[in-house]
């Protein structure tokens, strides 16, 4: 038996574009929800072009699905709608009769014009958990102003505390603002679900990327809010534990990350130093973190004698957290990721096998479902909109 999801009886509108909508329409399908991707005719998700690499089809010529578009939208059906006309505004007001969630990723106000926007729509459908997702929320100064991943993780202090400390600002190496503002919309929406079981009605949940950076700043805000200190970049090094960070070896590098002041003694003893977590300057992550510069000299020098491969082994064996700087070629050939499934294989209209990443959801009763390849611009309107169309 096929199981349908925990999320199968929850039917999602996705009208948005790039990557955090997407990203949690993305979430909500592998949970097993119907999700109808609304695109613009002719064009759609911005993403379709944001390439190379395109995928390439059976006869290895390159189609215009991106990979960027592909990472973002299994699961879903799409169809094309002009929401800007009369005919597109009925047929979505249809949709929305009947569905339980919408996602949008339009400016503030901009769905008003066409009588899309949440007070609208919830007089339709008093049940509708409406998600909006913008660069700086429904509210504020910056309301007005769009949004993009790169300018958010530096306005949010991301990038002040990213990189090398005698480099330029630098930007995480994926949207992480966009991923987590995802994630936080998909959180939020199940909440707003799971209280509409008690109340019967809907509500809106606004999603702000410059909310979710700040929020997501964790630790180093709060190291300035608490500590008042203002956090400054640290290339690998942790602010708050030592030893925490990248190290060279003989042949590379490799990553250490002392938790705790038992696995720094282990680790001394890895690293044939046990003295240095007997020294009052050292003993306590307290002490290390104030003479980080010593110590951290101390044990670069040490881990330049053997390769990472021989680090990796001795500190496996001694029970300390430490690790490979992997390429991505490296991270799916990881036993660890083929065991946990995080690779997986669907067929596609233009290729019978394609390569995707997997969820990292791991249910016990209602697994996660990959029933749909991402799908082509409007491959579904004929289904979804025609008379006997609709939902699953």
């Known amino acids: 038996m096929i199981s349908k999801g925990a999320l199968s009886h929850i039917k999602v509108l996705d009208l948005t574009r ?60 799409s169809i094309c709608l002009d929401l800007s006309s009369d005919q597109g505004q009925l047929e979505l007001r249809r949709l929305v009769s009947e569905c339980d969630v919408l996602i949008e990723n339009f400016k503030v106000g901009q769905l008003r014009k066409f009588k899309l926007d949440y007070e609208t729509l919830s007089s339709l459908n008093p049940r509708l958990v409406y998600c909006s997702i913008t660069g700086f929320g429904q509210h504020g100064p910056y309301a007005n102003r769009p949004g993009y991943d790169f300018m958010i993780q530096g306005m949010s202090g991301l990038m002040s505390v990213t990189g090398s400390p005698d480099g330029e600002p630098q930007k995480v190496g994926v949207a992480v603002t966009d991923l987590l503002t995802g994630l936080y919309s998909v959180v939020g929406i199940l909440a707003a679900l799971s209280e ?20 997501a700043m964790a630790n180093q805000a709060s190291n300035h809010l608490i500590g008042e200190v203002t956090p400054k970049a640290m290339g690998n090094a942790h602010p708050n534990i030592v030893p925490y960070q990248c190290f060279a070896t003989s042949d590379g590098h490799c990553i250490v990350a ?29 002490v290390r973190v104030k ?5 951290v000299e101390l044990i670069s020098n040490v881990m330049q004698s053997k390769t990472s491969e021989q680090w990796l082994s001795l500190l496996s064996d001694a029970d300390v957290p430490a690790g490979p700087i992997n390429t991505m070629a490296d991270v799916f050939r990881d036993p660890q990721v083929i065991m946990r499934e995080m690779k997986i294989t669907m067929a596609h209209p233009h290729n019978r096998k394609i390569n995707l990443v997997g969820s990292p959801l791991k249910f016990s009763r209602t697994p996660v479902v990959y029933h749909r390849a991402p799908p082509l611009l409007g491959q579904h309107t004929d289904e979804v909109i025609s008379k006997n169309g609709g939902w699953n």
């Open 291 to 295: 003479n980080r510069k010593q110590l």
């Open 258 to 286: 002392v938790g705790n002041d038992a696995q720094f003694a282990r680790f001394c003893e890895a690293i044939d130093l046990p003295e240095l977590a007997l020294n009052t300057h050292y003993r306590t992550n307290r």
């Open 196 to 215: 509409r079981e008690n109340s019967g009605l809907g509500q809106h949940v606004d999603l702000s990327l410059f909310d979710v950076s700040v929020a």
């Open 18 to 77: 790039v990557l955090a909508g997407p990203w949690a329409g993305q979430t909500l399908a592998d949970m097993g929800a119907d999700v109808i991707k609304v695109e613009q005719p002719g064009k759609g998700d911005d993403t379709r072009t944001w390439g190379p690499p395109f995928l390439k089809d059976e006869n290895d010529e390159q189609t215009s699905e991106s990979a960027y578009f592909l990472c973002a939208n299994r699961g879903k059906r």
